[in-house]
């Protein structure tokens, strides 16, 4: 190679060959590496939507805190919901590297603009909700994140680590909701059974649409940014909950539930994926109600937002800012 290389298309080529050769070694991506404009546009647009719905995703969970049966649950809960605002960060965080401000972010969900988890646009109707969901949605959001902690972008696979570990407490204490139900009372019983029925169909739908109707997945695969198909990780979600509903005293339901011998995994009954589209397109039961509440939450918090600002702009004419307390 000489200095009287002229193309850029050339150097953009050798870029895109250390790309290349970094996906194809495993090798992770960091934000000051070249990648090619559509990977990065995937990404922000899988880690936003993924950010978004931790956010929102803290809204049906919320609506439980103040009815929670004792202070244990409420103590819980409230941590729960906390984690998933934290989830939230790191994920807007990792995002920002990819070039995107968070204003950008924001301003996107707040006018219905982007996707977030379609999970979230049900409500939760009794505190038997609150088993079903860590049990369900937690459990399905692990089993899609975990392969996520190798995506070939490192902020994203870090901020997965963490957020995994603290996503199978979230499934641990679900489960534990669910069982305590099930040992109780008839009518505790069915709540919990009932909570279930509501909560396995969006679960599933969670892992996206089917793999022929999943226009992301080749190149998010040959990225190395998801690892699995979207069908082939609903298929690992329904094998895992077989057992434990067993444990639990659940019934799945899905009557066409049943082991392929040949397969070696559950055959599923069909899925409605004519309710997934409709709440894609704004349509779920809880659509308007969680942007409304988004937005709201948003005005209230501007003066927060100046404040910090404000803050932030005297520290800085100040010079302060370096541990000691700046004087008034
Ligand atoms: N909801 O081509 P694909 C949680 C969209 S976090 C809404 O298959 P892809 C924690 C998709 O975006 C839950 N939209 O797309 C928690 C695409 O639209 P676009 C969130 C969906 O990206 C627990 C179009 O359909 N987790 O639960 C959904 O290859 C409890 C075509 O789909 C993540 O975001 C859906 N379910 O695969 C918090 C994980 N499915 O962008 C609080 C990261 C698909 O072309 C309480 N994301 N779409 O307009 C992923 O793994 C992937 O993005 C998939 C979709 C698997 C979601």
Redesign the pocket.
């Known amino acids: 190679m000489t200095t009287t290389q002229p193309a850029p298309a050339h150097e953009a080529s050798a870029e895109q060959q250390r790309f290349d050769e970094l996906i194809a070694s495993d090798s992770r991506v960091e934000p000051t590496d070249w990648m090619p404009d559509d990977y990065r546009r995937s990404l922000i647009?899988?880690m936003s939507?993924?950010a978004h719905?931790?956010i929102i995703?803290?809204q049906?969970?919320a609506n439980w805190i103040t009815r929670a049966p004792s202070l244990k649950r409420k103590a819980i809960l409230m941590a729960?919901v906390q984690d998933?605002a934290g989830?939230g960060l790191y994920l807007y965080s990792a995002t920002q590297t990819l070039g995107i401000t968070r204003d950008e972010m924001t301003e996107q969900l707040i006018t219905g603009r982007a996707?977030?988890?379609?999970?979230?646009n049900y409500p939760t109707l009794s505190w038997a909700d609150m088993g079903a969901?860590?049990w369900l949605?937690?459990g399905?959001?692990i089993c899609?994140?975990v392969p996520?902690c190798r995506a070939s972008f490192a902020p994203y696979g870090r901020a997965m680590v963490r957020i995994c570990k603290e996503?199978s407490f979230?499934q641990r204490q679900g489960f534990e909701i669910l069982l305590a139900l099930m040992r109780g009372t008839p009518e505790q019983q069915r709540m919990a059974q009932d909570a279930v029925d509501r909560w396995y169909w969006p679960s599933l739908?969670?892992?996206?649409?089917p793999d022929d109707d999943?226009?992301?997945?080749a190149r998010?695969m040959a990225w190395k940014i998801?690892r699995f198909s979207?069908d082939d990780?609903r298929q690992r979600f329904v094998g895992m909950l077989v057992p434990q509903a067993e444990v639990l005293g659940v019934t799945l339901p899905d009557p066409d539930l049943r082991w392929n011998e040949e397969r070696q995994a559950y055959d599923l009954g069909a899925i409605d994926w004519t309710e997934?589209h409709e709440?894609?397109s704004g349509r779920g039961p809880c659509n308007a109600q969680r942007l409304q509440r988004r937005r709201e939450a948003h005005e209230d918090g501007a003066w927060v937002r100046e404040a910090a600002a404000a803050y932030a702009a005297k520290q800085s004419a100040s010079g302060a800012g370096s541990g000691g307390e700046a004087a008034a």
């Open positions: 647009r899988q939507q993924h719905s931790e995703g803290m049906p969970e729960k998933e989830h996707r977030y988890s379609s999970i979230f969901i860590g949605v937690d399905a959001a899609n994140q996520l996503e979230h739908m969670m892992f996206g649409p999943s226009p992301n997945s998010s998801k979207n990780l997934f709440v894609l």
